[in-house]
């Protein structure tokens, strides 16, 4: 089975850091382009970041854009979203999502992301 | 950085009734290369995480019933469901993946009528 897990959500204080990561199995981790999709509560979805099937290409949403750095571990099939400088309007429900398309397809098998995990709760407050 | 923007924010249709979502992207997210839109449409049920129905504009992921689907080209989209279920009840959002960052619409909360 297709499976995607976050961990790593908490309350943290404004300015603080936390590390989420997000540990997959059922598929070939290492030959798709994962990301960090995240929810406010009540609020629609803002994609967050995007790293390739092997980690040398990163993207980020200008709203975290120097404060969060996506990350992987192949060996590990893990993903991970080390978030810095934590401000409140980061709380959010954090979503793991892999890309349809593998990327031994070129990019022409399709697109969006077909698997999600059930997401992880950040809450920054003083 | 590409804005996608849904119309309307919500939609209340009766049982058996077509709904229809529109979502306009800031710029054009056609790919001439591989003559295709980036564009992607996702269903969300309170407490689920979003799925894909939708990717290309009007390809159908596997499992998605032919109810529904997609249409439109260059900046201008839209999700059909025709013959409206009660599963059908959910947030519909629609994504750009033409570009970093990529982006999804505010989301259109449909309802039964």
């Known amino acids: 089975e297709v499976q995607l897990v976050e961990s790593g959500g908490a309350v943290a204080q404004p300015g603080g850091s936390l590390r989420l990561s997000c540990a997959a199995s059922g598929f070939t981790f290492d030959d798709y382009t994962m990301n960090w999709v995240r929810q406010a509560p009540g609020k629609g979805l803002e994609w967050v970041s995007l790293?390739?099937?092997?980690?040398?290409?990163?993207h980020y949403a200008d709203s975290v854009k120097g404060r969060f750095t996506i990350s992987r571990d192949n060996s590990k099939t893990s993903l991970y979203l080390q978030m810095n400088s934590l401000r409140t309007e980061d709380t959010a429900l954090y979503y793991c999502?892999?890309?349809?398309?593998?990327?031994?397809?070129?990019?022409?098998?399709?697109?969006?992301?077909?698997?999600w995990g059930q997401g992880t709760t950040v809450t920054v407050s003083s | 950085d590409i804005v996608m923007t849904q119309s309307p924010d919500s939609l209340a249709v009766s049982l058996g009734e077509r709904a229809t979502i529109n979502c306009k992207s800031s710029q054009s997210i056609f790919y001439s290369s591989f003559n295709k839109n980036f564009l992607a449409w996702y269903q969300q049920k309170p407490g689920q995480p979003p799925k894909l129905l939708i990717y290309?504009?009007?390809t159908r992921e596997s499992g998605v019933p032919d109810r529904f689907s997609g249409s439109g080209s260059g900046t201008d989209f839209s999700l059909t469901i025709n013959s409206l279920q009660a599963e059908d009840v959910a947030v519909y959002y629609c994504q750009q993946y033409f570009d970093s960052p990529q982006s999804f619409g505010q989301g259109t909360k449909l309802e039964i009528k």
């Open positions: 999502a892999k890309d349809l398309s593998p990327a031994s397809c070129g990019g022409d098998c399709g697109g969006g992301m077909d698997v």
């Open positions: 290309w504009a009007s």
């Open positions: 790293i390739n099937w092997n980690g040398d290409r990163t």
